[in-house]
């Protein structure tokens, strides 16, 4: 059974910083991409970040450099340090787990809640 389990979301003031953290199990960790994606309210999920088996990161241009993809293979866990949060980052954060093989495995965690407001 795969499982991905996010943590780490909360209220923080604008300026501010929070890290994510995600822990997966039952996938083969080191052969997915992993990635954080985004939905605010009234809009689309969008792609926050994301880390390949190589290490190789890609950013939305909203967050890039703001906030940084980290993975660790030996411990399945995929994190995401979030920083200078503003308002519009306000969002339910979700754990994304991608594979392209035969079939394509794409797996989502259930959401963490990140709320940036004074």
């Known amino acids: 059974q795969v499982q991905l389990v996010e943590s780490g979301g909360g209220l923080v003031q604008p300026g501010g910083s929070l890290r994510l953290s995600c822990a997966a199990s039952g996938i083969i960790f080191s052969m997915y991409t992993m990635g954080w994606y985004r939905q605010a309210p009234g809009k689309q999920r969008e792609l926050v970040a994301s880390?390949?088996?190589?290490?190789?990161?890609n950013y939305a241009g909203s967050v890039k450099g703001r906030f940084t993809i980290s993975r660790d293979n030996a411990k399945n866990t995929v994190n995401l340090q979030m920083n200078s949060l503003k308002p519009e980052d306000t969002a339910v954060y979700y754990c994304?787990?991608?594979?392209?093989?035969?079939?394509?495995?794409?797996?989502w965690g259930q959401g963490t809640q990140v709320t940036v407001s004074s």
């Open positions: 994304n787990a991608y594979a392209n093989i035969v079939p394509i495995r794409d797996y």
């Open positions: 880390i390949t088996r190589a290490g190789i990161t």
